[in-house]
């Protein structure tokens, strides 16, 4: 499991295509997607979105990242970095960002690769 995160609009999704040659086809946008198509895609952009999706939705998210070892260990999750800047006025909106936070943490802990994208250029985080 792979997890890419960066701020919005700095390059994570073309640069996930170059670096480990996914293709469009095999991109799955979790802005989009339903809870289990997590556990069958190559890769999920919008990562972020997925969540914020879920939690609307009421996804119970617990063993999230167990599951996707299990079940989907090849799969790269790209997501925004949601943590810096205003916090947001709206509760619901706080929630969001800090499940999103906590996901993200959950899953780099088992991730085999983590990376960070600003301005298109990766630095790998986690290299286990």
């Known amino acids: 499991m792979r997890l890419i995160i960066g701020g919005a609009f700095q390059g994570k999704k073309e640069y996930v295509k170059e ?16 809870f289990d198509a997590i556990f069958r895609c ?3 952009t919008q990562f972020h979105q997925w969540v914020k999706r879920g ?7 617990d ?10 260990p090849q799969v790269i999750l790209v997501s925004n970095e ?21 996901l993200c943490t959950r899953i780099a802990a088992k991730s085999r ?8 250029i990766g630095t790998v985080i986690k290299d286990a």
Do not use: S
């Open 19 to 34: 670096q480990f040659g996914i293709r469009e086809h095999q991109i799955t946008d979790g802005a989009e997607a339903d």
């Open 42 to 44: 190559v890769c999920m």
């Open 55 to 61: 939690l609307q939705e009421g996804w119970n998210f």
């Open 63 to 72: 063993g999230l990242e167990e599951r996707l070892l299990k079940e989907n």
């Open 82 to 102: 949601l943590g810096y800047g205003v916090v947001p006025i709206e509760a619901f909106d706080r929630e969001y960002r800090e499940l999103t936070g906590r």
């Open 113 to 120: 690769q983590v990376i960070r994208v600003i301005c298109g």
